[in-house]
């Protein structure tokens, strides 16, 4: 269920894991309230690192394009999946060994400052194969790694992320073509990006948080890779996942907070709480009934995802199947 606190976020925890795509930033674009928001955030306490999924952009990029964003940040205060899949890889082979690389130069950066020897052919007999996305990934790359993991190479992957965002819409992402080389193979490859929880685990470990906290707009990735290292989760409504995405979320991929944005670090955060069959927080009331959530009709913005969420949770975890038609869109304002 959802949880509260009675002071803001941003005090009550001492790291918070930012996604950035739909939480920091939206493409090119600023999200409005994005930057003060984390500024407040690190002035309450609360240290920032930046965490995703990307795999062929160097740490400094990202921080550059932040900074530019206004949002202050420096490469150490970035992870990505290149720098997850390099250090997971340390622990399936010997530092020095050789690796096949297929993607862009934030995974050969990464994968070199590991210290590892990084080739290009199947041929040089490399010990593994860690693949990221990088738009210069072509058939011939493919079939070196499926050639070094068909010889017994380890087989890794930056992330598993069917489709890939862009200005045009979606196009296929690193999974997609970790696909190809499984389905040349026959082998599933180890995943060092989100929903797993290594990444997550690996900055709570190099930082020395003590109470982290995972803040996202996907449920299928930032928040079940949350809910996969143990850590609770701020979903934020600015970016994929809906607030009636989270109404219907599985138990793994479930926040431990919501909030329309990311002014929802700076405030207290209460849980819905149960009377008479209905959940109420303020205003807002829901419940469920043979199957079907129903909504108070005061109950409006972000109060009245979180009812639903308790409400829906609640009876599914009970053994009840909740009809998803039943579940509005629910808008939450800005």
């Known amino acids: 269920m959802l949880l509260s606190t009675a002071t803001p976020l941003a005090e009550a925890y001492d790291l918070a894991l930012v996604d950035l ?28 690192v930046f965490v995703t999924n990307n795999a062929s952009r160097e740490p400094e990029s990202v921080a550059d ?5 206004g949002i202050a940040a420096t490469s150490d205060e970035v992870m990505t999946a290149a720098q997850a899949a390099a250090a997971l890889l340390l622990q399936h082979v010997e530092r020095g060994s050789r690796v096949l690389v297929v993607g862009g130069a934030g995974l050969l950066t990464a994968v070199t400052a590991a210290g590892f020897e990084v080739v290009s052919s199947a041929d040089e007999e490399p010990v593994a194969v ?8 072509g058939w011939r790359q493919l079939a070196e790694a499926a050639y070094a993991i068909g010889r017994g190479a380890l087989h890794m992957a930056s992330n598993l992320d069917l489709s890939l965002p862009t200005e045009r819409g979606l196009a296929p992402g690193n999974g997609s073509l970790v696909g190809a080389v499984r389905s040349a193979t026959g082998i599933t490859p180890i995943s060092a ?12 470990e190099r930082s020395g948080a003590r109470s982290p906290l ?54 207290p955060h209460e849980a819905p709480s149960e009377r008479a069959g209905w959940w109420t ?53 800005g």
């Open 21 to 48: 795509d739909g939480v920091a930033y939206r493409g090119h674009d600023s999200i409005p309230h994005a930057s003060d928001s984390l500024a407040e955030a690190r002035t309450r306490g609360m240290r920032l």
């Open 65 to 69: 394009q932040l900074t530019g964003l």
């Open 130 to 137: 860690v693949q990221g996305f990088a738009p210069t990934v």
């Open 193 to 204: 990006g989100k929903p797993q929880p290594d990444m997550y685990r690996l900055v709570v």
């Open 281 to 333: 927080l303020g205003e807002a009331a829901a419940r469920v009934v043979d199957g079907r959530l129903e909504l108070d009709d005061r109950s409006a913005g972000v109060d009245a995802a979180r009812v639903a969420c308790s409400a829906v949770w609640q009876a599914v975890d009970a053994g009840t199947d909740v009809e998803p038609t039943s579940v509005p869109e629910l808008a939450v304002g």
């Open 214 to 267: 995972v803040v996202g707009d996907r449920l299928d990735t930032d928040l079940g890779g949350a809910v996969a290292a143990g850590y609770p989760g701020l979903h934020v409504l600015t970016g994929v996942s809906s607030a009636r995405d989270a109404v219907l979320a599985p138990a793994t991929e479930r926040p431990s907070y919501l909030a329309a944005d990311l002014r929802g670090l700076l405030e």
